[in-house]
């Protein structure tokens, strides 16, 4: 009892509270729970770093916005303005130059005759594009042939117009139907079952393609007409590099998708561009036949007689 009594005394109030309290792991809660906050921040600021650096790969594919194509629509926009300002200008006189249809007036009967029959070639051709074009789409198999997706049908096609194309402009003219005639009938139905099936994807596009493109065509050709003699034949080197530009463009819009970023880019520069650079062809075609309708040799023995189909 007196040990017991001793002991009791002893122990102080707040000891005596201190055992009875069992050990609480509270304060170690807070440095775990700083611990895994700090690693949650560092792995989102390494996320949020990793998405401002990306490679060049990434962006290319990122997906396309429409500032590709805005851009390709106002360039066509501001060509279609320029044109019409240009129709404008030459067409009513403003001119201070005398344009090809003021001189049509002092051209010799041979002259006449080469503009004419360059023009009628150039609109049968279209015809037989045509022809040829609803002949395909009306044959199963030459459709079945044109449709297919694999590269060798791709440069068969591809080969077969170039080849012809080459073998006309190889071949000398001679009036009348003779071989030159049959090898530039080979070469627009060749051009028009290359493009039939543009009309099973989209028929009503295509009929207003056509069109846009033969007022396009008539517009342009009346300004090349009324505009001084060579004012667009100085545009042979620039419009060269252009069209090698499209090309290229258009060869990378086959194999990068219109949806990314890159990709949309080349098709806007292979569509837009093309148009442009289109038109600016069709005005140094037109002044280019006219030149040389008037320049070319007529009784000279060492040269080819006039080629109209050229």
């Keep these: 009892m007196m040990l017991a009594r001793v002991c009791r005394s002893t122990v102080t109030p707040n000891l005596a509270s201190l055992l009875k309290t069992p050990i609480s ?12 906050l700090f690693a949650n921040d560092g792995r989102g600021t390494f996320t949020r770093s990793a998405r401002r650096s990306a490679t060049i790969s990434e962006q290319a594919v990122a997906p396309a916005g429409e500032t590709a194509f805005t851009i390709g629509k106002g360039v066509v926009a501001g060509g279609a303005v320029l044109g019409i300002g ?20 002092l051209w010799p009967q041979y002259v006449k005759d080469r503009i004419r ?19 395909c789409l009306r044959s199963p198999t030459m459709m079945n042939l044109m449709m297919r997706q694999s590269w060798v049908a791709m440069l068969l096609t591809l080969a077969s117009v170039w080849g012809s194309g080459i073998l006309v402009q190889v071949l000398p003219y001679q009036e009348g139907f003779g071989t ?8 627009t139905g060749a051009v028009g079952a290359f493009l039939a099936p543009l009309y099973l994807l989209t028929g ?3 009929l207003r393609a056509a069109w846009y493109t033969a007022g396009v065509v008539g517009g342009l050709s ?12 100085k545009m042979g080197g620039p419009l ?8 290229a463009s258009s060869v ?4 990068l998708p219109p949806t990314t970023a890159l990709g949309s880019g080349l098709y806007s520069i292979s569509l837009y561009g093309g148009l442009v650079l289109f038109s600016m062809l069709l005005l140094y075609d037109t002044q280019r036949v006219i030149k040389q309708a008037e320049t070319y040799p007529t009784h000279d023995h060492l040269m080819r007689p006039y080629d109209p189909v050229n």
């Design 180 to 187: 030159k005639q049959i090898a530039w009938l080979i070469h």
């Design 204 to 206: 009503p596009l295509v």
């Design 25 to 36: 792991s509270k304060s170690f809660i807070p440095r775990i729970q700083t611990t895994r």
């Design 252 to 255: 990378g819009s086959m194999f």
């Design 117 to 135: 029959s360059t023009y009628m070639y150039f609109g049968a051709s279209v015809a037989s594009s045509a022809v040829a074009a609803a002949l």
């Design 222 to 233: 009346m300004v090349a007409v009324c505009a001084p003699n060579e004012k667009f034949l």
């Design 86 to 105: 240009s129709l404008c200008y030459y067409g009513l006189g403003f001119s201070p130059s005398m344009g090809a249809i003021d001189y049509a007036r």
């Design 240 to 247: 060269a590099i252009g069209l090698g530009f499209v090309f």
